[in-house]
Nanobody, 117 residues
Framework: QVQLLESGGGLVQPGGSLRLSCTSPGSRISFTRMGWYRQAPGKERELVATITDSGTTNYGDSVKGRFTISRDNANSTVVLQMNSLKPEDTAVYYC???????????WGQGTQVTVAS
C-alpha cells in the first residue's frame, strides 16, 4: 500500500515562505512523477508543480518564479519551496504520485496553507 505523508503547511503572512514535504514511506519513488496540487474552497483542484524522475519540472502559471519543486529519490521525498506567498495561494495542498510504468496514481490527505496578515 503506497502512502503519501505531507507536512509543512500552516499560517504565513503575505510575502512569506513555507516549505512543504511529502514522503512515501517504505516505497521507492523511482520511475514516478511526483507533484503538488491544490484546492481552494469552491474551486477545482489545480496543478501547482510536478517533477519527473529525471528532474523535469512543470509549474502552474500562477506559481512560476515563486515556487520550486525538488525530489530526493534516496529518501523518497519531494519538497515544494514556496516563496513570496500571496493570499490567493491559500488552499489545501495535496501530494501526488503517478507511477510511470503502470500509471497508478496516489494522493496524500492534504495539508492546509493559509496566507493572511
Amino acid at each position: 500500500q503506497v502512502q503519501l505523508l505531507e507536512s509543512g503547511g500552516g499560517l504565513v503572512q503575505p510575502g512569506g515562505s513555507l516549505r512543504l514535504s511529502c514522503t512515501s514511506p517504505g516505497s521507492r519513488i523511482s520511475f514516478t512523477r511526483m507533484g503538488w496540487y491544490r484546492q481552494a474552497p469552491g474551486k477545482e483542484r489545480e496543478l501547482v508543480a510536478t517533477i519527473t524522475d529525471s528532474g523535469t519540472t512543470n509549474y502552474g502559471d500562477s506559481v512560476k518564479g515563486r515556487f520550486t519543486i525538488s525530489r530526493d529519490n534516496a529518501n523518497s521525498t519531494v519538497v515544494l519551496q514556496m516563496n513570496s506567498l500571496k493570499p490567493e495561494d491559500t488552499a489545501v495542498y495535496y501530494c501526488n504520485r503517478r507511477n510511470l510504468i503502470n500509471r497508478n496514481e496516489y494522493w496524500g490527505q492534504g495539508t492546509q496553507v493559509t496566507v493572511a496578515s
